[in-house]
Every structure is written in C-alpha cells, then in structure tokens.
T-cell receptor, first 113, second 108 residues
Framework: KNQVEQSPQSLIILEGKNCTLQCNYTVSPFSNLRWYKQDTGRGPVSLTIMTFSENTKSNGRYTATLDADTKQSSLHITASQLSDSASYICVVIYNTNAGKSTFGDGTTLTVKP | NAGVTQTPKFQVLKTGQSMTLQCAQD?????MYWYRQDPGMGLRLIYY???????DKGEVPNGYNVSRLNKREFSLRLESAAPSQTSVYFC???????FGPGTRLTVL
C-alpha cells in the first residue's frame, strides 16, 4: 500500500531557530514529491516540487531534500519566523496524468517568539 | 489561493439534505480535483477530472457525484448528506495541484 509518513507530528521552536521535518514514503512508482505549507483555515500552498533526479530544491528559507534510494525527504526551514507556523504536508505523486498522489498527515509547526 | 475559487466558504446541512460545492479555475488547465481533509488525516482524493467532460473516482468517492461541464468549472454534489461527510473540501487544478481556499461543511 502506498504510504507517506511524516515526522514529527508536531514541533514547537523559537523564532530564529532552524528545524527539519521528515517524510518517508513507500509510494511506487514515483513521479515527483512536493512539500506544501497549509496555514490554518487556508488551502495548501506548494513550496517545492522535486522529480526523481533532483536531490535538493530551495524556495527562500525552505530547502527540501530527496533521497530516492532510501525514499526519504526532508524540509529544512532556516531562521524561522512567526509566519512559518503552519502545517507542512509531504505529497508523493505516482501518476501525474491521473492526479494520483498520496498525502502525508502533515507536521504542525509552531514558532514562538 | 487566487486562481481557484470555491463557493460557499461555509455550509451547515441537516442529514439527508443535498447541496453542490462549486469550484472554478481562472486558468486553462485540463485537470481538476476534489479532496476532503479530516482532522488527523491527510487529504484524500474524492474525484478528479483529467479533462473537460471526463471524471474518475478517487480514493473516497462514495456519497459524492461530480460534474465537469466545461474546462473552467468542476462541481461536487452531495445527494443525501451524512454526518460522516462533515469535513473541509478542497478543489485543486492542474498537474501541479494548485489548491483553492476550501469549503468547510458541517452535517448535523
């Protein structure tokens, strides 16, 4: 069964600190992996998209890594800000044409002043 | 979430009532999707439409119907709402899955 597991489930950090969120998947075949940020009461917003051949992708203070061999991805947030408080969702796409994807349950990040 | 609009933003229904959730995109993408998001669970695909006039079931289609009459709009219908359908519903468009703001539905 295709699965995406994220850890930790929740995380609290102080403003200005860095953090890393993890995503392990068993989805196959693999098309691409995406990280989304979802603010409370809003729809998910894409942060990064990585294909099989990419092992790192940055978007400002967000850097995603992908190890397709071990089926692991991470999202590193540098110099956190209060506005980074949100849920971060890892999604693995296994059939782009049919929109087939498996979503993780997300990691809830709280950044405190 | 500009680019995908969803109406209504909030809705409360009684068990057995019907309603249609509307979704519209302002681009010309072929694919559109409907998801539901429940506490403690990842987004789950209800239905998707690969192109105008075509629809296919996703992971959790029971209790729902969809309609893709034109490229711009993709609607989700609950014929007889049940409390288990209380959820937040998201529409997305395009292969990159750009999401709308969601509709929060409560079924009493």
């Amino acid at each position: 069964k295709n699965q995406v597991e994220q850890s930790p489930q929740s995380l609290i950090i102080l403003e200005g600190k860095n953090c890393t969120l993890q995503c392990n998947y068993t989805v196959s075949p693999f098309s691409n992996l995406r990280w989304y940020k979802q603010d409370t009461g809003r729809g998910p917003v894409s942060l990064t998209i990585m294909t099989f051949s990419e092992n790192t992708k940055s978007n400002g203070r967000y850097t995603a890594t992908l190890d397709a061999d071990t089926k692991q991805s991470s999202l590193h947030i540098t110099a956190s800000q209060l506005s980074d408080s949100a849920s971060y969702i890892c999604v693995v796409i296994y059939n782009t044409n049919a929109g087939k994807s498996t979503f993780g349950d997300g990691t809830t990040l709280t950044v405190k002043p | 979430n500009a680019g995908v609009t969803q109406t209504p933003k909030f809705q409360v229904l009684k068990t057995g009532q019907s309603m249609t959730l509307q979704c519209a995109q302002d681009m010309n993408h072929n694919s559109m999707y409907w998801y539901r998001q429940d506490p403690g669970m990842g987004l789950r695909l209800i239905y998707y439409s690969a192109s105008e006039g075509t629809t296919d079931k996703g992971e959790v289609p029971n209790g729902y119907n969809v309609s893709r009459l034109n490229k711009r709009e993709f609607s989700l219908r609950l014929e007889s709402a049940a409390p288990s359908q209380t959820s937040v519903y998201f529409c997305a468009r395009g292969s990159e899955q750009f999401f709308g703001p969601g509709t929060r539905l409560t079924v009493l």
